[in-house]
Nanobody
């Protein structure tokens, strides 16, 4: 069973930066795709960024040029560097691991609040 633990959320002013981390247990991290999602109050959970096991990345249009996803397979950790934060980035951020059998595992989420 894979467990994911996110950290790094918090309160930041508009224009500021945060780096989220998601640490995975087990030994399948390096062969799994990783994604960051976010869910604002009253809204659905939406994809933010994705990184394949090979390192290919893609982003939601709303965060392109501001957010960067990366992974460190030696640490079983995926990161989301968030720059130029806006109030509309406020949400609970979740990481997701998709294993080679297309099974999905989710973390518990970390709150990001951007004040104007």
């Amino acid at each position: 069973q894979v467990q994911l633990v996110e950290s790094g959320g918090g309160l930041v002013q508009a224009g500021g930066s945060l780096r989220l981390s998601c640490a995975a247990s087990g030994n399948i991290f390096s062969i799994s795709a990783m994604g960051w999602y976010r869910q604002a109050p009253g809204k659905q959970r939406d994809p933010v960024a994705h990184i394949s096991s090979g390192g290919s990345t893609n982003y939601a249009d709303s965060v392109k040029g501001r957010f960067t996803i990366s992974r460190d397979n030696a640490k079983n950790t995926v990161y989301l560097q968030m720059n130029s934060l806006k109030p509309e980035d406020t949400a609970v951020y979740y990481c997701k691991l998709t294993d080679p059998f297309s099974r999905n595992y989710w973390g518990q989420g970390t709150q990001v609040t951007v004040s104007s």
